[in-house]
C-alpha cells in the first residue's frame, strides 16, 4: 500500500520564519505534489515535480518554494512565512504520467501538515 | 487556464435519501479522478472516468462523464452515515495536471 509521510501533523511558528515541510513517500512515484486546502476553496495546487531536481509551479506559487533532492522526498519551502499561510498542507504522489492520457494514476495523499503562523 | 466547477459546495440529508453532486469543466478533459475526504482525513482515490459516456458503478456510488468529456457527476444511492464527508472531482486537461474542484461536503442525519 502506498504510504505517504509527512513530517508534521501541526505546526505553529511566527511571521517572517522560513519554514520547512517535509513529505516522503515509499512507492518510488516519479511525480510529486503540494497543495494547500481552506475552507471554501478546496484544494490548491502549489508546486509539482515530475522528477528529481525538477519542479513546475502550481496555481499559486507565490511566497513558496520546493526542492526535490531524492526521489522520495519533496520540500516545501515558505520563505518567509505570512499569516495567510495558515492553512492545511497536503502532499501526494503518483506514478509517471501516461502518455495517452488514458493511465490510472491516482494521486496518494499523506494526512496533512495544519500550518499556523502567528 | 482550465477550471473546474463542483456544485452544490454543501448538502444535508437523510439517511436513506439519494445525493448527487456534479462538476463542469472550462475544457475538455482526457479523464475525471473522483475522491473522496472524510471529516480529519486526506483525500482518497474512488474512481477514474476515461471515455466519453461512461458510466462506473461502486455498490452505492454511481459515477458519470459526459458525452464532451466537459462533465461529470456523482450519485449515491440511499445513503448511510458511513457517506460522510467531502467528495472531490479533479479533471485532467491536456497538460496532465489535475485540477480539483472545491468539493460538496455531504453530511447524513441518522
Known amino acids: 500500500d502506498v504510504k505517504v509521510t509527512q513530517s508534521s501533523r501541526y505546526l505553529v511558528k511566527r511571521t517572517g520564519e522560513k519554514v520547512f515541510l517535509e513529505c516522503v513517500q515509499d512507492m518510488d512515484h516519479e511525480n510529486m505534489f503540494w497543495y494547500r486546502q481552506d475552507p471554501g476553496l478546496g484544494l490548491r495546487l502549489i508546486y509539482f515535480?515530475?522528477?528529481?531536481?525538477?519542479?513546475e509551479k502550481g496555481d499559486i506559487p507565490e511566497g513558496y518554494s520546493v526542492s526535490r533532492e531524492k526521489k522520495e522526498r519533496f520540500s516545501l519551502i515558505l520563505e518567509s512565512a505570512s499569516t495567510n499561510q495558515t492553512s492545511m498542507y497536503l502532499c501526494?504522489?503518483?506514478?509517471?504520467?501516461?502518455?495517452?492520457?488514458?493511465?490510472?494514476?491516482?494521486?496518494?495523499f499523506g494526512d496533512g501538515t495544519r500550518l499556523s503562523i502567528l | 487556464g482550465q477550471q473546474v466547477m463542483q456544485i452544490p459546495q454543501y448538502q444535508h440529508v437523510q439517511e436513506g435519501e439519494d445525493f448527487t453532486t456534479y462538476c463542469n469543466s472550462s475544457?475538455?478533459?482526457?479523464?475525471i479522478q473522483w475522491y473522496k475526504q472524510r471529516p480529519g482525513g486526506h483525500p482518497v482515490f474512488l474512481i477514474q472516468?476515461?471515455?466519453?459516456?461512461e458510466v462506473k458503478k461502486q455498490k452505492r456510488l454511481t459515477f458519470q462523464f459526459g458525452e464532451a468529456k466537459k462533465n461529470s457527476s456523482l450519485h449515491i444511492t440511499a445513503t448511510q452515515t458511513t457517506d460522510v464527508g467531502t467528495y472531490f472531482c479533479a479533471g485532467r486537461g491536456s497538460n496532465y495536471k489535475l485540477t480539483f474542484g472545491k468539493g460538496t461536503l455531504l453530511t447524513v442525519n441518522p
Open positions: 475544457t475538455t478533459l482526457s479523464n
Open positions: 515535480s515530475y522528477d528529481v531536481k525538477m519542479k
Open positions: 501526494a504522489s503518483s506514478p509517471t504520467w501516461d502518455l495517452t492520457g488514458t493511465g490510472r494514476r491516482p494521486q496518494h
Open positions: 472516468l476515461v471515455k466519453s459516456g
